[in-house]
Nanobody, 125 residues
Framework: QVQLVESGGGLVQAGGSLRLSCTASGRTFTNYAMGWFRQAPGKEREFVAAISWNGGSTDYTESLKGRFTISRDDAKNTVYLQMNSLKAEDTAVYYC??????????????????WGQGTQVTVSS
């Protein structure tokens, strides 16, 4: 069974930074694209960022480019999301998901087969 565990969320003031981590159990990480999504209260889950299976390509939702950075460390089975210049509207539960096997980057949550339990990020204004 694949398990993804997010960490690093918390309460931060506007303008601050957080780094989220998502660690996968077992040999379930290598050769898979990984992605981050978020869901605010009363809203649908939305795409944040994705990284290819080899880390060579990344994709971001347009409004977050320049503030968020996704990266991965396959030796640690971990994908990261560095979030800078945080705004109140970034408040949400952040989820990581396992994407396609050696596949293209995708913002479609239906292409992700395993998800973590989520980590809460709250940005105070």
């Amino acid at each position: 069974q694949v398990q993804l565990v997010e960490s690093g969320g918390g309460l931060v003031q506007a303008g601050g930074s957080l780094r989220l981590s998502c660690t996968a159990s077992g040999r379930t990480f290598t050769n898979y694209a990984m992605g981050w999504f978020r869901q605010a209260p009363g809203k649908e889950r939305e795409f944040v960022a994705a990284i290819s299976w080899n880390g060579g390509s990344t994709d971001y939702t347009e409004s977050l480019k320049g503030r968020f950075t996704i990266s991965r460390d396959d030796a640690k089975n971990t994908v990261y999301l560095q979030m800078n210049s945080l705004k109140a509207e970034d408040t949400a539960v952040y989820y990581c998901g396992r994407g396609p096997w050696i596949g293209e980057l995708t913002a479609n949550p239906n292409r992700y087969d395993y998800w973590g339990q989520g980590t809460q990020v709250t940005v105070s204004s």
